[in-house]
């Protein structure tokens, strides 16, 4: 049995993958990568009962990794690169290769996953921190479901300014209810409902145009969003109505979200 573990920058996930397959799958936050470590492995092998002998190695990555030196409980244990994690994931996830990844964290990572290599196209600041620490600041909020559920009751015409408040007619592919200016408009009575949506879709539409710049500079229209943001539901309805204008598919595969940690995990043969 392998372990893979993805040390975030704000949660920790764990796998324990056997003969190609996920077996067990786990996550964990803590304010360092040690504990982070070591809690989510602990974690696992206590709720699934796995005896520490099983477990012939543990592949660690993620934005903490580089603070771990030494084997974690006399299991040998070494690092993988994260980018190649999230593309040998992402292709395990969406069983294929040749696939054009979203991995939405913290920030955002555009990834090119293929056969005969694994390439970093670029990517983004903004994902899941710069919404929470937005939300920190303009609403007081800091529990990340408590901003989507307000997101969910907003306007997104109280903030943003829309096609439909310059131009009386279409432009070009964009409709009436295209988005002109994120925060544009920002009416003096807006609610913090619509500054929590206006927050989430500025996020989600800049992680989906670098998503359909990518796709189309690789002849696809197809990319596999991974991440903790790829079971954001709002965020979805976001990239839905991308997909409606430019043509580009967002597809989801199941644990997505512990997709750096399955590819760490198989980043070595067992």
Request: hydrophobic share 40%.
């Amino acid at each position: 049995m392998i372990v893979g573990i993805d040390i975030g920058s704000t949660t920790t996930k764990a796998v324990s993958i056997q003969e190609g397959q996920v077996i067990h799958k786990i996550k964990t936050k803590a304010m360092d990568a040690v504990t982070s470590a070591t809690g989510a492995f602990g974690k696992m092998i206590v709720e699934n009962d796995i005896k520490i002998s099983e477990i012939q190695r543990i592949m660690i990555t993620g934005a903490g990794a580089g603070k771990l030196k030494d084997d974690l409980f006399g299991i040998p244990t070494g690092k993988a690169d994260e980018i190649k994690s999230i593309g040998i994931g992402g292709m395990f996830l969406a069983d294929r290769d040749n696939i054009i990844i979203a991995n939405v964290g913290t920030g955002t990572a555009i990834i090119d996953a293929r056969s005969d290599g694994i390439f970093h196209m670029g990517g983004s600041a903004m994902g899941g921190g710069t919404i929470l620490g937005l939300a920190k600041k303009l609403l007081s909020m800091s529990d990340f479901n408590d901003i989507m559920e307000l997101a969910g009751k907003g306007k997104l015409n109280q903030v943003d300014l829309l096609m439909e408040d310059i131009m009386e007619t279409d432009l070009s592919f964009l409709n009436k209810e295209s988005t002109a200016s994120n925060f544009g408009k920002m009416l003096d009575n807006a609610r913090n409902e619509d500054i929590a949506l206006g927050l989430l879709n500025m996020v989600y539409q800049v992680i989906g145009m670098l998503s359909v710049f990518a796709a189309k500079s690789k002849h696809t229209d197809r990319v596999v969003v991974t991440g903790n943001g790829s079971g954001n539901l709002l965020g979805r309805g976001i990239l839905s109505e991308i997909t409606t204008i430019y043509g580009v598919h967002f597809e989801y595969p199941e644990n997505a979200e512990y997709t750096t940690a399955i590819g760490a995990g198989l980043s070595i043969k067992p």
